[in-house]
């Protein structure tokens, strides 16, 4: 039987089961990892060798029902406006196997799933149905409301527990009882009469109404009731706008008169934090929800998110992962058992799609190929897509190229739900369904929830401009709630008279609300800021944060981290070339000098776990590093089995979590940044493979790195490292495009002697390992949480000139935004060089060969915020400096100089000094050359520049 990949508490990687020997050599080292788990077993009943002997399986009938199987879903009734184009599907005709008379009898037994037969495990006699009762049986089961994709798993088991759990429950277990079927009705009700009060009171507001797919409220509440019964205590999810102001005002207990309050012009966040908020169709909201026959509340976050589509799902995917790992961290520290545990047992990950994104969007793609993945699966998504068969005003067939929108979810093999929106107790049901494959499997499964739209794209829209048969239909037919009001009356479940109140009960409700709605009140209902594990920080603005501190570490502690980094058993045979890597680790150690990149970044991960912290990073090929520096996991050469070092070694609480990813930098980074919202006490890296492998996740950076928190007051201690450098390797691969992200930075422009601005992210540009491992240790030793944006080193991660010594590292030591030159005499200097990166070495060695010792060099080691106050220091330093230069590697219209400019004149203004001169490139439209000659005669103009 297949097994499910889980958490890996420890880190490394989880081994492939035809590894069995590197397995076991591995599963020493990594204390209480989760490599894999094995499912429930799912038995089924079975005959003895004498039963099988004595009787045969009809072959024709046996085709014929896997047939309906496979292809009953292209005949099922799931279209509520009945447009999809349904050809006859010859394949379910019985008479295209030879069965022609309807009367005549078949053993069933081993071929469909009875009710008789699940029952009675001991029953061996036949079990024969007609073959009339045999068509009717399959039809009834795959050829209704709800249509079932299920036989292109390759998992025998899978196939054959869904044909099990479809074809032997009887239809009275299916229908739900009268407190189900009358909540079902409130809420779609309630949905509906919100709607149409929207549209009354805010003819003019883009809310991105629910109408038409009401249904999406009671497959919701059966989902978190399901899930609440069975023991989940989270659930995170994600969803676009469409129906956002629906599920937040009826089941997620958003307050109307926050709404409202909102809608009239008033704050919904605390008016003095500096945020501006979003639009009402991106709130979030985290109630606390208890429902009968669970033995907790149920914990809902409902993430904001960005008008770009699906991007807050790999969002979700991350925060579930985070939650799930701390859940079970904190089952280990209880001392309790946790081989039976599994990352989805107490938390669970939902996401809702549109039908037009989830086929059109690549970071679906990018996102259900992390589902499966070690240090990425979260013990499986329900993903429902809520499908109007139209995007903007594209229809589905020019929005894509398959029979289904869900299509795109069989490259993970996948089940899909496809259900008719028309009928929310198909809708319950299917979602009964999804939840137990998924509760069973721990995998991923997609519920295609087939409604339709009753306005256009917002309710300002004409959608018959382009639709027009669509909308004629449309509008031509009662609602959703209406059509299932009368089948409750019908069915005395419901009265007029009930059906009528809850109505008008909800509308004077809401107008109440409404009256009381004031934009001048503080806000009712403010986003929770610094509540659960963020509770001992602060928020970034106030006066009490610690924007600088000390982030040294003893240097006897340092040292037996590094030891402990590249320490490996005695029958752990390393690869010969990592011998020398471990050997000149721990001479630098012993010398304390000459520490490199990867050393410092030991270090400071170990220090960080040592405190209790945990680490993770993540990327392509991130354990053994893209230029094979960092080696932070090693391989037995013998067996492939895995060790971490600094978990094996290191006596601690924190944890050091390699991910290497898949080939994919949307969904990954988004991974990662919700893996920072859910836990302050955790380092949370990305590293891209080169620095411009980022635009790949622009998305991301864009709507979550640089405004969560002025949008949704969300802190993040994400840090992207983004290796940067002109080194001849051409257009490509040589620039992190540091331009945009400053871009990004909300910094002033002019000098500012306040050291407590609250810029949303920091870019920075160390050329040291020193300072590159203060950065890392200040993301958690501040008392708030800030992006971190790193121009990393490619050719200094082993250049001696760039080493540090372990006295940069020891107590009374911090990052410096800063390094002025101290191999000058500041009286003899007359020109002040201003620059960023591994210039500056190519720069010393410059000076250092003409002597010209009248030219410092100052580096910015962080270019936002703007160090003003630093600055201008320095330049007070050197009293006979009459010239200030900015000397930079990239293009002039690209790197720092289109940020550094109007800041460095301000500070020389103040001083009564000439403005800055720049010295670099020309503009250029690709980062660096892809000719070598002319890379190398550009970079000696350039260095020839700084000294003319």
Known sequence: MAKLPVLSLRGGRCLSTRRVAAQHTARKYHDYSYGYREPKQFSLPDYTAEQLHNRTINAPLLRYVDSVRTHGHRAARIDPLDLLQREEVAALDPARYGLTDPDQTYDVNGIIWTDTFSSDRSQSGPNEWTLARIVQHMRDTYVGRIAYEYMHSPSKTERLWFSHLLESESNAAQRPSVRKKRRMYELIARSEVFDQFMQ????????????????????LDALFSLASRSGVEHIILAMPHRGRL????????????????????????????????????????????????????????????????????????????????????????????????????????????????????????????????????????????VNYSIGYTTPASSARSSLYCSDVGKMINAPVLHVNGDYPEDVARAVDIAFKYRNYFGKDVIIDLIVYRRWGHNELDEPAFTQPLMYEKIRSRRSVPA?????????????????????????????????????DRSPVHPPAMLGGPWAGLTWPAKADAVRDPETGVAEEVLLDIGRASVAVPDDFEIHPRLERHVKHRLQALESRAGLDWATAEALAFGSLMLEGNDVRISGQDVGRGTFSQRHAMLVDQRTEGVIVPLNANLDCDGRLELANSHLSELAVLGFEYGVSWEKPDILPIWEAQFGDFFNGAQVIIDTFVSSAETKWLKQSGIVLLLPHGLDGAGPEHSSSRIERMLQLSNGPYTLNTSLSANVNLSVVFPTTPAQYFHLLRRQLKRNFRKPLVVASPKGLLRLPAAASSLAELAPGTRFQPVLDDTS????????????????????????????????????????????????????????????????????????????????????LVTLGRQWVVY??????????????????EQQKALIESAFT
């Open 246 to 385: 629906n599920l937040l005002s009826d089941i997620l207990q958003y307050p109307p008169l926050a709404l409202f309050q909102k809608l009239k012009g008033g704050f919904d966040i605390p008016r003095n934090l500096g945020a501006s908020g979003d639009v009402i169709s991106h709130l979030p909201a985290s109630p606390s929800l208890q429902y009968n026959g669970a033995k907790k509340p149920l914990k809902v976050s409902l993430l904001p998110n960005p008008s770009h589509l699906e991007a807050a799902n790999p969002v979700a995917l991350g925060k579930t992962r985070a939650k799930q790992f701390s859940l079970l961290k904190a089952l280990v520290r209880e001392g309790l058992d946790i081989d039976n545990c599994r990352p989805g047992d107490r938390v669970l990950c939902v996401q809702l799609h549109g039908d037009a994104s989830f086929t059109g969007q690549g970071i679906i793609m990018e996102g259900l190929g992390l589902s499966n993945l070690p240090h990425y699966t979260v013990g499986g998504s329900i993903h429902i897509v």
């Open 483 to 519: 059509l299932y009001e009368e089948q409750l009356i019908n069915e005395k479940v419901l009265t007029p008279d009930e059906a009528a109140t809850l109505r008008t009960t909800h509308r004077d409700f809401l107008a109440s609300q409404l009256t009381a709605a004031d934009p």
């Open 200 to 219: 009354l009171k805010f003819p003019n507001v883009k809310r991105y109404g629910l109408e038409g797919g009401e249904s999406m409220l009671p497959a």
């Open 919 to 936: 010295m670099g490139r020309m503009e250029d439209a690709v980062p660096a050359p892809g000719i070598t000659r002319i890379y190398a």
């Open 824 to 907: 000058v005499d500041k009286t003899r200097v007359e020109r002040v060089v201003f620059l960023s990166g591994k210039l500056y070495y190519d720069l010393a060695k410059e000076r250092a060969a003409r002597g010209a010792k009248h030219i410092a060099l100052v580096r910015i080691e962080e270019l936002a915020p703007f160090p003003f106050v630093t600055i201008l220091q320095t330049l007070v330093s050197y009293p006979n400096a009459f010239e200030v230069m900015w000397v930079q590697e990239e293009p002039r219209n690209q790197g720092a100089w289109s940020h550094v400019e109007s800041r460095l004149n301000d500070v």
